[in-house]
């Protein structure tokens, strides 16, 4: 599903128009990106949480030449569903 098919499928079940959909969309998209470059965590309820976690430098090895290198420090964004949402997914 791209950005597009949500702006369609939102208008469709909200009665906006496309254009008010895909604004309203940006926002919330805007809003869930700021939230997450700030470091805060995202919880919406019935879907899942969303933290930004700092990875620190670790050793790595390239695999072409197998030279040891520092794999840099970070940060990383994980995703933990909720339990509502696993059981739709499964159909439980």
Do not use: C, H, W
């Not at 895909?22 to 990106?33: C, M, Q, S």
């Not at 976690?53 to 030449?65: E, F, I, L, M, S």
């Amino acid at each position: 599903m791209t950005k597009a098919d949500i702006f369609e499928k939102v208008a469709d079940t909200t009665g906006y128009s496309k254009k008010e959909s895909a604004e309203l969309v940006e926002a919330v998209f805007t809003l869930i990106k700021s939230t997450l470059e700030s470091g805060e965590k995202l919880k919406i309820a019935g879907f899942g949480n969303f933290e930004v976690k700092q990875k620190a430098d670790r050793r790595g090895r390239n695999p072409q030449t197998g030279e040891a290198i520092t794999i840099e420090a970070r940060r990383i964004l994980t995703f933990k569903p909720s339990n509502v949402l696993k059981m739709a997914i499964n159909k439980i």
